[in-house]
Each structure stands twice: as C-alpha cells, then as structure tokens.
Nanobody, 117 residues
Framework: QVQFEESGGGLVQPGGSLTLSCTST????????MAWHRQAPGKERELVAA????????NYVDSAKSRFTISRDDPKRTVYLRMNSLKPDDTAVYYC??????????WGKGTLVTVSS
C-alpha cells in the first residue's frame, strides 16, 4: 500500500523559510519521480515542484522558481522541499506524491504552511 507522510509545516512570517519532508512507503522509491503539490484555501491543488529519479531533473511552477528547492534522499525514501522568501500566497496544505507531472496515488494528510505576520 502506497503511503505518504508529510511534515515540517507551520506558521512563518513573510520572508521566512521552511523545509518540508515527505517519507514514502509501499513502492520502489528510487525508481519514481516525486513531486510536491499544494492546495490553498478555495483553490485547486497545483503541482509546485518535481524531481525525477536519477539523474534528478527538477521542475518548478513559475511562482516557486528561485525560491523553492526540491531534493530527495533515496536511501531514506524521503523527498524535501526547501522554501525561502515565503509569501502569504504560499499559504496552503502541501502534499507529496509520485509522478513528475501528475499525481499517481491517493493523497496523504499533507502539512499546513501558513505565511502570516
């Protein structure tokens, strides 16, 4: 059974930073691309950043470029999202999932990021 456990969210002031983590089980992690998605209140879920299996190509939504960095640790079955220069518009529940462009599995519980002064 494929499962995702996201963590690292919280309340942060505008301009601050957070690092999210997502640990996965139930599939051969190193063989799949992984991605972070987010859903803001009243909006549809959107893909924010993706990282392929080796050689670890990455892709970002325009609003995340130069501010967010996605990375992965295959032995730990974990994908990370480092978020810098956070803005109120980044407030959302963040989820991870398999797939470089589209989510392949059911969603986990996500982790809430709130950017507010």
């Amino acid at each position: 059974q494929v499962q995702f456990e996201e963590s690292g969210g919280g309340l942060v002031q505008p301009g601050g930073s957070l690092t999210l983590s997502c640990t996965s089980t139930g599939f051969a992690f190193a063989h799949y691309a992984m991605a972070w998605h987010r859903q803001a209140p009243g909006k549809e879920r959107e893909l924010v950043a993706a990282i392929s299996e080796r050689p670890f190509r990455t892709n970002y939504v325009d609003s995340a470029k130069s501010r967010f960095t996605i990375s992965r640790d295959d032995p730990k079955r974990t994908v990370y999202l480092r978020m810098n220069s956070l803005k109120p518009d980044d407030t959302a529940v963040y989820y991870c999932n398999r797939g470089f462009r589209y989510a392949m599995d059911s969603w986990g519980k996500g982790t809430l990021v709130t950017v507010s002064s």
